[in-house]
């Protein structure tokens, strides 16, 4: 039996790939198991196995994870991405919840209908350039670390490069104002096992094609 | 200058009452500023206590936290109701996540639509009774413990505590076919922190009205 994390979701970014990015940084091997369609997802429904009914789940350490805070929780916390006191983990946290926030805004536009995406790309960039970003950009800009706490890696800086780079998928000068955030994202890809992450034939998942979308929808009986 | 965390939010429910739930059954004593007006709120961004621009927003140990789950983390890990060790606390985690999905829906149900209204109520009431209360009820039974997490009181309890009650508010036979809740629920009420959380007079915020619906649209300016 394998050691290894197992992962079980559809072949797509979704709410898995900020599991995928923190495993991968932190050097973890894992597996994963596609659900290719609705009856996949129910089949492990009845299986008794998704305590909410729901995926992501990660099988790791003898538990079957739901609930993606709850996974990411765990993970940071194993693999000592999650600061070294009470303090450090507030602010990590404080900073992961925002970047979810805007994460939970990019993964939506696709399911916008289209004459409404032009507008709702515009409310993304605004979030990301006038709510989150600043903060990012003051937070490096002050203390002047490599990394957004305690001065080293923590699961803050993993999902801040994840963000950054999922945004300029959108729109790609979208960093253009903050110098730091540049800087920041060419330092934490070269982090050794990022920069595996992002090479081709990582398990780092593309962006959700339009062609994909209706099969996506199936699976979790979304826009009924 | 007072040490006691200031919570900083309208005058109603809404995602700070969790927090109020968590610092009351810490035994903490806490105070509170409410919002009722836009101006407070752009001078409260205007000052840069608002890191997203965001509340809740609560001031504790020298920190101005925001986002609600950091605030609830670290009230959580200070006051020992995070469980001992990393696997209670992703038990814990797990379970306030579940709980958190069944409150988030309880939360915007005031400010849907009234033609959605009925709709709503009856996809809360069935989530409720299909999808969250059997994993709760399950896990009391096969453990035989009082408290959901490691045989002692924790975060999972009280939000287990806070739905259980709001969902009533609203579906008052919801507990019928649960008895393990029903139990856990009389228990909960009995401990002394909380059964002062629950008396009138406490820090403790009613079901939202239409003035509390109309209050957050004025002072956040949504359309």
């Known amino acids: ?224 | 200058m007072s040490e006691k965390p200031r919570l900083i939010y309208f005058n109603g429910r809404g995602r700070m009452e969790s927090v109020r739930w968590l610092l009351a059954a810490a035994r903490v004593e806490f105070e509170e500023i409410f919002l009722d007006t836009r101006e407070q709120y752009v001078k409260l961004i205007k000052d840069g206590s608002l890191m997203f621009q965001q509340v809740p927003l609560v001031e504790i140990d020298g920190m101005k936290m925001v986002q609600t789950r950091a605030i609830l983390s670290y009230i959580a890990g200070k006051y020992n109701l995070y469980g001992k060790d990393l696997k209670e606390r992703a038990f814990i985690d797990m379970y306030v996540e579940g709980i958190t999905d069944l409150m988030h829906m309880i939360l915007m149900f005031p400010f849907s639509p009234p033609e959605a209204k009925e709709k709503n109520l009856a996809l809360i009431t069935e989530r409720a009774t299909h999808r969250y209360f059997p994993v709760f009820e399950k896990a009391l039974k096969q453990h035989g413990q009082d408290f959901l997490v490691g045989n002692q009181v924790s975060w999972a309890d009280i939000q287990l505590m806070e739905v259980i009650l709001a969902v009533e508010e609203k579906t008052p036979a919801v507990l019928s076919a649960f008895p393990q809740l029903q139990a856990f629920k009389t228990r909960m009420s009995n401990m002394p922190a909380i059964k002062k959380f629950l008396q009138p007079g406490s820090p403790r915020k009613p079901p939202p009205d239409d003035h509390y619906v109309s209050t957050v649209l004025k002072v956040l300016a949504e359309e």
């Open chain 1, 1 to 224: 039996m394998s050691g290894k994390p197992k992962l079980h979701y559809f072949n797509g970014r979704g709410r898995m790939e900020s599991i995928r990015w923190l495993l991968a940084a932190a050097g973890v091997e894992f597996d994963e198991c596609f659900l290719e369609t609705r009856d996949d997802l129910l089949k492990l429904q009845k299986s008794g196995t998704l305590l909410f009914q729901q995926v992501p789940m990660v099988e790791i350490d003898g538990m079957k994870m739901v609930q993606t805070r709850a996974i990411g929780n765990y993970i940071a916390a194993k693999y000592n991405l999650y600061g070294k006191d009470l303090k450090e983990r507030a602010l990590i946290d404080m900073y992961v919840e925002a970047i979810i926030d805007l994460d939970e805004l990019l993964m939506m536009y696709a399911l916008q209908p289209a004459d409404k995406k032009e507008q709702y790309l515009a409310n993304i960039v605004d979030k990301a350039t006038n709510r989150y970003f600043p903060v990012y950009e003051k937070v490096l800009k002050d203390h002047g670390q490599d990394f957004l706490v305690g001065n080293q890696l923590s699961r803050a800086d993993v999902q801040l490069l994840e963000a950054l780079l999922m945004a300029e998928e959108y729109k790609s000068d979208i960093l253009a104002k903050f110098p730091l955030l540049q800087s920041f994202k060419a330092r934490i890809s070269n982090v050794p096992t990022i920069k595996k992450f992002l090479q081709p034939g990582s398990q780092r998942k593309p962006p959700l094609q339009e062609k994909d979308l209706p099969k996506v929808m199936k699976i979790f009986n979304l826009g009924h």
